[in-house]
């Protein structure tokens, strides 16, 4: 029995001793996974940070472009760079407290995708870079000196949208011939929509419309903007590019279904989703453009020094889907001149 006993004993001091063993092991293993951790976060914090300032709900397959275009350049996502987004949705009020959010990052520089976003990014800081895109007019909207010479913490691309404008009315005559009145559903926040607006109603003057404004500043302002447009009975709805609109697409697309109301857009995006045609500057294409500006940024150009790019990609394109669905017939002359037609 005392054999027994002291054999016991021995098993249970092994199993004590191996159990301490185990235990130091997971210890040490702990201790290793911590502080590779830490030091992932230390080198992340390390890393080149860009902040994506939008006032949308999402940047789709412009922002996949944009990233792609960074790793083509060989800027990796969590390896050589680091990437935050911040989107308003539709509260376009958050954007300056978003902004302010990315600057306590202390990011290396801002793009920001809009007038408005470019406005919170800029009042935000005058000296972190900053790549605006999508601005219809940034030497009259104030946001550059010129095209050449930007001056500041600024510089991007355009969308040209004023200059645009015109060629979405003719096509809208092209199809209407007998058209004498046009809804445009805009943000009079949005100072690219002013602009574009103001262009509109002189391109409507030589083409024989009358334009019907629209005004959306929150999206508490579309039901009565709908009812304006139903009382119009206007040939088209011409949307303006701008977040809250943007975000509202479905809610438009609805409308413009059931009332057999053609839509209009500047970007191919929205045809794709139903509406009816668009004609403008590739999105992609501006991100991917927006891309090479960060590269250049990183690798120590100034704002001030980079030119201000005009898209030189444009797009026209036709949804025959949703043509078919409001009864509407497209001209084969403009059939043949879309650059893309869903079928």
């Given at each position: 029995m005392v054999f027994n006993r002291k054999s016991k004993t021995c098993t249970e001091q092994r199993r004590s001793i191996q159990n301490r063993k185990l235990a130091g092991i997971v210890a040490l293993s702990v201790t290793v996974a911590l502080c590779?951790?830490?030091?992932?976060?230390?080198?992340?914090?390390?890393?080149?940070?860009?902040?994506?300032?939008?006032?949308?709900?999402?940047?789709?397959v412009a922002g996949e472009a944009f990233r792609q275009t960074l790793r083509e350049l060989g800027w990796v996502e969590g390896r050589t760079i680091a990437i935050e987004t911040r989107l308003a949705e539709v509260n376009l009020d958050k954007l300056p407290q978003l902004a302010a959010d990315l600057l306590r990052l202390r990011i290396a520089v801002i793009v920001a995708d809009g007038d408005l976003a470019i406005q919170a990014a800029r009042?935000?800081?005058g000296t972190i870079p900053i790549v605006l895109i999508a601005v219809g007019d940034p030497v009259t909207e104030g946001f550059v000196a010129s095209l050449a010479r930007p001056g500041g913490n600024l510089t991007g691309l355009t969308s040209i949208s004023a200059e645009l404008s015109g060629k979405r009315l003719e096509l809208v005559k092209e199809i209407f011939s007998k058209a004498s009145r046009v809804?445009?559903?805009?943000?009079?926040?949005?100072?690219?929509?002013?602009?574009?607006?103001?262009?509109?109603?002189?391109?409507?003057?030589?083409?024989?419309?009358?334009?019907?404004s629209l005004e959306a500043r929150a999206p508490q302002d579309f039901p009565a903007a709908f009812a304006a447009a139903t009382r119009e009975r206007a040939s088209a709805l011409v949307l303006l590019r701008?977040?809250?609109?943007?975000?509202?697409?479905?809610?438009?697309?609805?409308?413009?279904?059931?009332?057999?109301?053609?839509?209009?857009?500047?970007?191919?995006?929205?045809?794709?989703?139903?509406?009816?045609?668009?004609?403008?500057?590739?999105?992609?294409?501006?991100f991917r453009r927006a891309a090479s500006y960060v590269d250049k940024i990183l690798k120590g150009a100034k704002p001030a020094d980079l030119p201000v790019e005009q898209p030189t990609k444009f797009e026209f394109v036709i949804n025959l889907k949703t043509a078919k669905q409001i009864g509407l017939t497209i001209p084969p002359t403009l059939l043949a001149r879309a650059d893309k037609v869903i079928r």
């Open positions: 590779g951790a830490v030091v992932e976060a230390q080198q992340l914090k390390k890393l080149p940070l860009i902040g994506l300032l939008a006032g949308g709900r999402g940047l789709g009042k935000a800081t809804n445009v559903l805009w943000n009079p926040a949005n100072s690219s929509n002013v602009l574009e607006f103001k262009s509109m109603e002189a391109a409507a003057r030589g083409l024989g419309l009358k334009l019907q701008d977040p809250l609109i943007d975000s509202e697409h479905f809610q438009i697309l609805d409308f413009a279904i059931d009332k057999r109301l053609p839509l209009v857009h500047g970007e191919s995006q929205f045809v794709e989703a139903g509406g009816l045609m668009s004609y403008g500057p590739s999105r992609v294409e501006l």
